[in-house]
């Protein structure tokens, strides 16, 4: 029970359609996080939010779409996907951003067709 | 800049056997370093993590310990069981780095009975 919930835990997707991932953190942290994981890649960080405010972009391209409405959710909006996107979006959330333990979701699993 | 080398995998082991995942680690300051396990359909745990040199990490018999002189932080346990299976990740964080996780690319462990 890691207090970081994703919605859906599996997606599969056209390459025109538009969706999105959730995520909600109950553990009252202030920074949030979206992570790509790739097969054999190292963990890719795509986004860093700080008290709502977004501090960090990977260079991610513009088909990824981050949205922090509060501090305790956190959005990954998905359009014009491309089939190299398929991967394991996990989000993640710490206390604050400096040097702090961060507690990942069970990822979402996606597939683009 | 900052990075994580962690051995390859995968790697095999019957239960019982002592385990050890080599990880390695370039910094331009101070990190905190981590270990992160990742069950099959999960996202990733922190396992044990260290903040300073010598410091030794250590949860569900799995230990260790930040080497500055060697810039290492191996992960050892002296017997492992059948639910040890998992990835494992070694990943460092920096202050000057905003807290961006730097991680390696995971190891697989199987324990077979």
């Known amino acids: 029970e890691t207090g970081v919930t994703q919605t859906p835990r599996h997606l599969v997707m056209g390459m025109t359609n538009k969706k999105s991932l959730k995520c909600e953190q109950h553990?009252?942290?202030?920074?949030m996080y979206w992570y790509k994981q790739s097969a054999k890649k190292p963990l890719e960080l795509m986004f860093v939010y700080n008290f709502k405010e977004q501090t960090e972009n990977n260079s991610v391209p513009s088909r990824f779409s981050p949205e922090c409405p509060n501090s305790s959710h956190l959005f990954l909006h998905l359009h014009t996907l491309q089939p190299e996107d398929s991967a394991l979006y996990l989000c993640?959330?710490?206390?604050?951003?400096?040097?702090?333990?961060?507690?990942f979701g069970p990822g979402t699993r996606l597939l683009v067709l | 800049g900052n990075s994580v080398t962690q051995m390859e995998g995968p790697v095999t082991l019957s239960e019982e056997a002592f385990l050890t995942i080599n990880c390695t680690y370039t910094?331009?300051?101070?990190?905190?370093l981590f270990w992160y396990v990742q069950y099959p359909g999960e996202g990733l745990q922190l396992l044990l993590k260290?903040?300073?040199?010598?410091d030794k990490g250590s949860n569900k018999g799995f230990e260790a310990t930040y080497r500055k002189e060697t810039t290492s932080f191996h992960l050892e346990k002296g017997s492992v069981q059948v639910s040890d299976s998992a990835v494992y990740f070694c990943a460092l964080s920096e202050r000057n780095t905003g807290n961006q996780f730097y991680f390696g690319t995971g190891t697989s462990l199987t324990v077979i009975p």
């Open positions: 553990l009252g942290h202030n920074a």
């Open positions: 910094a331009t300051g101070y990190p905190s």
């Open positions: 260290a903040t300073k040199a010598d």
């Open positions: 993640a959330s710490s206390q604050f951003v400096v040097q702090e333990t961060q507690y």
